[in-house]
């Protein structure tokens, strides 16, 4: 059974960090591309990273670069995504995403709140 499980988000100030993680099962992580998006209600879901399978590739969304990094420990199948200089308009929903040409899974978001 396929899962894939964000935890890390929550609340905090503007300029704050957090540090999102995604766990998996069920899939052979280390073959896939992830990624994280995000999603505020009535938006559609955006791109925020995304992770070549062997971690030695990364692109972010420009929203994000220099305040982002994603990385990935293909021996503990968990992907994650350090936030810095968090902006009120970071709040959202962050979903991970795991892809490997038509098989596309995801997880149900973890929940990303900024504000003072």
């Known amino acids: 059974q396929v899962q894939l499980v964000e935890s890390g988000g929550g609340l905090v100030q503007p300029g704050g960090s957090l540090r999102l993680s995604c766990a998996t099962s069920?899939?052979?992580?280390?073959?896939?591309?992830m990624g994280w998006y995000r999603q505020v209600l009535g938006k559609e879901r955006e791109l925020v990273a995304r992770?070549?399978?062997?971690?030695?590739?990364?692109n972010y969304a420009d929203s994000v670069k220099g305040r982002f990094t994603m990385f990935r420990d293909n021996v503990k199948n968990t992907v994650y995504l350090q936030m810095n200089s968090l902006k009120p308009e970071d709040t959202a929903v962050y979903y991970c995403?795991?892809?490997?040409?038509?098989?596309?899974?995801w997880g149900k978001g973890t929940l990303v709140t900024v504000s003072s």
């Open positions: 995403n795991a892809l490997l040409g038509t098989q596309n899974y």
């Open positions: 069920g899939f052979p992580f280390s073959l896939y591309v």
């Open positions: 992770i070549s399978s062997g971690g030695g590739s990364t």
